[in-house]
């Protein structure tokens, strides 16, 4: 009996534990102009981000919760003091100098620095080079209208 039932937990584990299990993961990048790091950390479904700048000073967020293997957060570049994170939980405009976060619409005007997204089980930051912008279309809305309309895909 005990058998039986090590064997049913073990199989439970086994198939769920890549979604109800998984290991914490993060991902940063350092903006050294800025002297800020960017990480996009993921236990499980829950994704969050974290802004630190050379000062040790900290701002936390809470982004969409993961519901698929293509989740992205964008990370952009919008002036000399100011970086971007985009998602499809909203964007997230980013000053050093001091360290402050609020939300806001994206611009076209803005460069494409990278993205945080999870590739072979791994999260972690892709730079614009080695991966396109882009953001999968949700449901069968329509993209957003709000400048940057061209990165949704029905698939990235």
């Not at 800020?36 to 000073?57: A, P, W």
């Amino acid at each position: 009996m005990r058998s039986m039932l090590a064997f049913a937990l073990g199989f439970l584990v086994g198939r769920c534990g890549h979604d109800v299990f998984s290991p914490y993961q993060e991902a940063s990048k350092t903006i050294t102009d800025l002297g800020i790091t960017v990480t996009v950390s993921q236990y499980g479904g829950d994704r969050s981000l974290s802004v630190v700048d050379k000062d040790g000073n900290t701002l936390d967020q809470e982004l969409m919760e993961d519901w698929g293997p293509d989740l992205r957060t964008n990370l952009y570049r919008v002036d000399a003091k100011t970086i971007a994170t985009m998602d499809f939980g909203g964007t997230l405009r980013i000053s050093a100098g001091p360290v402050a976060m609020k939300y806001d619409s994206p611009s076209k005007n803005w460069t494409y620095l990278g993205t945080f997204v999870r590739l072979q089980q791994k999260l972690q930051f892709s730079p614009a080079g080695d991966i396109d912008e882009c953001m999968d279309i949700l449901m069968d809305e329509p993209p957003p209208k709000n400048g940057r309309q061209n990165i949704y895909r029905e698939s990235c």
